[in-house]
């Protein structure tokens, strides 16, 4: 009961930061940014991209308005806190990605820099009841069908590789959101396939990254 609450208030925000992206001036940004990367407004829509704002309180002080208490945001992920005890927005001037599970439910979010000087580039909901990014692949909820019908699951570095295949076509594409393959990650794809496609960057992480996949594979 206590995570279908948490689950509400993620939905909500997903809702609220796809409503920055599209319909407000400082999101504009952003949206040229998505657009710059070659995807669709009906493929962001789909994968419900979305903006946070850049202020240090904006998504706070939403979602207190909306009646829900301190302790939800911040157990949500929403915010952090400060030694002092003070709440602040955790995602700020970032472009969104909704992460869900295998089965489509909302666990957090992924936060990509807009400002180059901006860090780090790639920020994710903090460890939660409902967020565990060692076990989370990004689209395995899109891509479990297709990952059986193929026989392959292709594993990718990042969440904007992972959309612009699918919207290419391709849609037995995943990704463990830039950190390294886990057990756990390798277990829930074999349910579907024992055939792993590593397409990782070709930079020295990207290399690093495939030879530890293999090892985990």
Same mark, same amino acid.
């Given at each position: ?69 301190? =302790?939800?945001? #911040?157990?949500? *992920? @929403?915010?952090?806190? &400060?030694?002092?005890? +003070? ?45 565990? =990014?060692?076990? #989370?692949?990004? *689209? @395995?909820?899109?891509? &479990?069908?297709?990952? +059986? ?48 496609? #590593? ?19």
């Amino acid at each position: 009961e206590r995570n279908e609450q948490l689950r509400k208030l993620l939905e909500e925000a997903e809702v609220f930061y796809r409503y920055q992206l599209t319909k407000t001036d400082a999101g504009k940004e952003a949206a040229a940014y998505i657009e710059k990367r070659g995807i669709k407004p009906e493929t962001s829509e789909t994968w419900g991209l979305g903006y946070a704002p850049g202020g240090w309180d904006t998504t706070l002080n939403y979602f207190l308005k909306k009646g829900y208490p301190k =302790k939800d945001i #911040l157990e949500a *992920g @929403l915010v952090s806190e &400060r030694d002092d005890g +003070r709440l602040y927005d955790r995602f700020r001037h970032r472009l969104m990605f909704p992460i869900r599970d295998a089965r489509g439910k909302i666990t957090g979010f992924g936060g990509r820099i807009l400002n180059p000087a901006d860090v780090p580039k790639f920020m994710n909901s903090p460890q939660s009841p409902l967020f565990d =990014k060692s076990s #989370l692949l990004y *689209g @395995l909820d899109k891509a &479990r069908k297709s990952i +059986r019908s193929e026989n392959q699951a292709v594993i990718v570095e990042g969440y904007m590789d992972v959309i612009v295949v699918h919207q290419e076509g391709f849609q037995n594409v995943v990704s463990p959101m830039g950190t390294a393959l886990t057990d756990v990650q390798m277990r829930h794809l074999k349910r579907y396939t024992r055939s792993f496609t #590593l397409a990782l960057d070709p930079d020295a992480a990207g290399v690093k990254a495939t030879l530890r996949g293999l090892e985990v594979a």
